[in-house]
């Protein structure tokens, strides 16, 4: 079975416009809060609108799809 490329809680994802990942921990309608952790190991949690979000691909070399 190939994985989805859903977003869900549990699933790494960043920005479209950044590089930092983020873990989702909630999913309501088009709003996904994340956290991640900052420069500082200070753990960070913000919501945002789906469409601001992009699934970051964590397949590593050699996995079959």
Known sequence: EIMSDKIQVGSVVKL???T???TV???RG???T???????KDLQEHEFARQA???VN??????QS
């Open 58 to 63: 964590e397949k590593t070399k050699g996995e």
């Open 34 to 40: 994340c956290c991640w952790f900052n420069e500082v």
């Open 30 to 32: 088009d709003t996904i």
């Open 53 to 55: 979000i992009a699934k």
């Open 25 to 27: 921990t909630k999913i």
């Open 16 to 18: 479209k416009s950044e």
């Open 20 to 22: 930092q990942k983020m």
